[in-house]
């Protein structure tokens, strides 16, 4: 299994599963990241961190420990 | 407990994610007739707004922006305690509308299946189709309307469309009957709900169905500790329920997303159909230059830029700035001819218009920074530049929405506190609050030049390309970032500890900013900071004022030059011309004298005298003890306070060659020693960079955090930070450059 934080520019997945032990994690859900739904990585800020996804139809932030937590369908 | 409405006026509440256009909603349906202020205790904006309808009253209660109605803070709370009728001072609301952005209805919709627990009436508008159909997003609204069982109407608030039938809806639901709570959750979840409502009956009765659930979500111990403090009986049931629900295949607090968006999913199913072919949009495009490394980053200097320009630019700001002192000068000339001498008119001229005058004359600057961070925040770059910077603030335990409050509190301190409103993470805000002030404003601009252009050697070095003066100021802006950056390093290891929070963020789609929306924005922020200088600073100001006034002994400070004065008015009579004016100049001298003499014998000037053993290591003698003192309301004062104790007026400013010249030949009393050199001078600028010397920025502080615990504390944090900085430098370089 690879993380969503490992995913190419460009490259899209499938979200399995989010260490829900965390309150980021819990954030994330909310916000529409959970198992089955599609995400595709846009990029990443000049320091390399934090990086834009899109989920659902719109454009979402977050730092690469946060999408860490997310586990990706392989 | 809440207040029940009059019968037959409506209360309605409005909730819905950020960037969805709600405050325009809001703003178009109640138009000016608003009110703002704050929930007690708490740092959320209570705004209230009224319409009426064919003779229908309808109170408006505009709630914060937000992705879930999942309290796990007092601050979230509030939403949450209002909707449920909770909140104290506040009318229960009748009905909920709904905002829902037609381009992003699926992530929307999650606010919706939470609001509709809640068992209230509730509307959904549909807002900024524009942009959907902009992305090849069609939005059945008839079917969606089907599907929730709940009104839909479509708005497009930004242009006030569907207002008039948004509001003809909100009438209508005083006939229907409230709709049955509905909730998407597996029955063994709703079991446990229902037995834990029972359980906290027994403690609280009227504990709402929505709460216990949220409680047994809530994996934070936010709620256990609100609603249940040490109950240990609950405690260890609430565990138990949720080992059980797991083991059922309902992991807390995963289950409500799942649940949630799995019920989002059945509703949509055929309500929104997107073109074949995503479109890439314009909004894409742009992003994909924005937050490019190279093109972002230069963007982001330019504009960055070019907000700094307009601040401190003379076309724009620099005249309307010359503006407002003109029209203060104007005000003071016609007291000055029409009053007689005496404690009123000192009072109103050197008082009220000089103290409210000195703060108000920053209005422009606040007015354009107020005015581009809206235009950035309404197009959708301010997320941009909250991504491109988290990474740096990341490093001191901030992120990166702390950037555009903090950049601002370089032209000042009150726009830059204000703006940290975006961060909804409250330890976060605050930090940034408490470290705003720290940045050097415009205001600290004048102490620094006089200073500078007084004692630092007019040297240069590389050909010329950097000069010992410029370095000198760049050094003292350098200083307050790296005091900024120590200080929310040390907040956030001791009073304020707490795990970095979350940096998951929407980045809205770009769009054209609307005028009416930002300058709404502008007037509003604008009129909250002259609310201000109008009372608590014209306080300070009074005070101050009084302070430097009393008592006032004419007779002993004229004394000594009385029979001068008698003999120089004789001699004027018969002087000619230049004679005349030579005799004019002396006069004016001795008025300054006199002026100087009566400040020296305040209770300013008393107090300068006491205070000196201890501005005595920073290398400051007691006229600049007064003047650090009178300088609290403002810290510019300290140029026209000196002025007056140097014996050439109130109306020195810091490009006046005498005041430079006068301060450069000072002498400590009975000796012939300087009382200025360059480490002194040093001292009073670092002193001046690190001191919370401004009333109104410790008002809006006061204002922003709804208490006076954390003014009083910036106060004193950075005054001590202020003294033992000046002090440092003044001993340190008094070692290398005196002697």
């Known amino acids: 299994m690879s993380k969503l934080s490992q995913l190419a520019v460009g490259q899209e997945g499938v979200v399995a599963s989010i260490d829900a032990s965390n309150i980021a994690a819990v954030r994330l859900m909310e916000m529409g990241m959970t198992p089955g739904c599609p995400v595709k990585m846009i990029g990443s800020a000049p320091f390399g961190d934090p990086l834009e996804v899109e989920i659902r139809g719109y454009h979402l932030s977050l730092r690469r420990t946060e999408a860490d937590l997310v586990e990706l369908e392989s | ?739």
């Open chain 2, 1 to 739: 407990m809440s207040v029940d409405a009059p019968a037959q006026t409506l209360t309605v509440a409005l909730v819905g994610n950020p960037n969805t256009g709600k405050s325009t909603l809001f703003n178009g349906l109640s138009g000016i007739r608003q009110k703002t202020g704050n929930y007690p205790g708490v740092t959320v904006e209570k705004k209230h707004g009224t319409f009426n309808h064919h003779g229908q009253k309808v109170n408006l209660i505009d709630l914060p922006g937000t992705y879930s109605l999942a309290p796990r803070s007092p601050d979230e709370m509030v939403t949450v305690d209002v909707l449920l009728g909770r909140q104290a001072n506040e009318i229960k609301p009748n009905a909920v509308l709904v905002i829902v952005d037609a381009s992003n209805v699926e992530r929307n919709l999650y606010i919706v299946s939470q609001v509709k627990e809640l068992g209230l009436p509730t509307i959904v508008a549909l807002n900024m189709g524009d942009i959907a159909a902009d992305r090849g997003i069609t939005v059945d609204a008839a079917k969606l309307q089907d599907r929730l069982g709940l009104p839909v109407v479509v708005t497009q608030a930004n242009r006030r469309g569907g207002l008039e039938q948004l509001r003809e809806t909100i009438i209508s639901l005083l006939e229907k009957p409230a709709t049955a709570a509905e909730s998407p959750f597996p029955a063994e979840f709703r079991e446990k709900v229902d037995q834990l409502q029972t359980q906290l009956g027994k403690v609280s009765p009227d504990t709402p169905r929505y709460l216990a659930e949220r409680l047994l979500l809530d994996t934070t111990g936010y709620l256990e500790k609100e609603m249940i403090g040490g109950g240990q009986d609950l405690h260890n049931w609430i565990v138990e329920a949720r080992q059980s629900l797991a083991q059922q295949g309902q992991p807390i607090p995963a289950i409500e997303a799942i649940s949630r968006y799995k019920w989002v999913q059945q509703v949509l199913e055929g309500v929104v159909t997107r073109e074949a072919n995503r479109r890439v949009t314009l909004s894409d495009r742009i992003d994909k230059v924005l937050t490019n490394r190279i093109a972002g980053t230069v963007f982001f200097v330019v504009i960055m830029t070019l907000m700094f320009q307009a601040v401190f630019s003379d076309l724009v700001a620099g005249n309307l700035m010359g503006g407002i002192e003109w029209i203060f000068e104007q005000v003071a000339g016609v007291v000055d001819a029409n009053l007689a001498d005496g404690a009123l008119k000192s009072l109103l001229i050197d008082g009220v218009i000089a103290g409210v005058g000195g703060v108000l004359v920053f209005l422009p600057q606040i007015c354009i920074l107020f005015f581009f961070i809206a235009i950035l925040e309404d197009c959708g770059y301010l997320a941009r530049a909250a991504y491109l910077m988290d990474r740096l603030f990341s490093k001191i335990g901030l992120s990166g929405k702390s950037f555009i409050p903090l950049l601002s509190s370089f032209a000042c301190a009150i726009p830059g506190i204000m703006a940290a409103r975006v961060i909804e993470n409250r330890r976060d805000r605050l930090i940034t609050i408490l470290v705003a002030p720290l940045m050097s404003c415009s205001a600290r601009m004048p102490v620094y030049i006089l200073l500078t252009a007084a004692f630092i050697p007019d040297e240069s070095y590389l050909f010329g390309l950097i000069s010992l003066q410029t370095l000198v100021m760049l050094s003292m802006y350098i200083l307050g970032i790296l005091a900024a950056v120590g200080v929310a390093f040390t907040l956030r290891k001791t009073i304020l500890p707490g795990e970095t929070p979350p940096f998951v963020m929407e980045l809205p789609s770009y769009k054209f900013p609307s005028i009416s929306g930002v300058l709404s924005v502008m007037v509003e922020k604008a009129w909250a900071f002259v609310r201000r200088a109008g009372t608590l600073i014209f306080a300070m100001t009074v005070i101050v004022w009084a302070l430097s006034y009393f008592p006032r002994d004419e007779k002993a400070a004229v004394a000594p030059f009385a029979d001068e004065v008698v003999q120089l008015n004789a001699d004027l009579e018969t002087a000619n011309t230049a004679e005349a004016n030579a005799i004019e100049e002396r006069l004016s001298e001795i008025q300054n004298e006199v002026d100087g003499e009566l400040l020296r014998h305040s209770f300013l000037g008393m107090a300068g005298h006491w205070i000196e053993p201890a501005v005595r290591p920073l290398g400051w003698d007691w006229r600049i003890g007064s003047a650090a003192i009178a300088s609290f309301p403002a810290r510019e004062v300290i140029i026209s306070t000196m002025g007056v104790l140097y014996n050439l007026g109130g109306d020195e400013d810091e490009e006046s060659q005498p005041l430079r010249e006068t301060i450069k030949s000072a002498k400590w009393a009975d000796t012939e020693e300087n009382v200025f050199n360059i480490p002194v001078a040093l001292s009073i600028m670092v002193f001046f960079a690190l001191c919370a010397q401004c009333a109104a920025t410790l008002a809006v502080i006061k204002r922003e955090t709804n208490s006076w615990r954390w003014p009083i504390f910036t106060f004193v944090y950075m005054t001590v930070l202020a003294y033992v900085g000046a002090l440092v430098t003044y001993q340190v370089s008094a070692l290398f450059l005196l002697n």
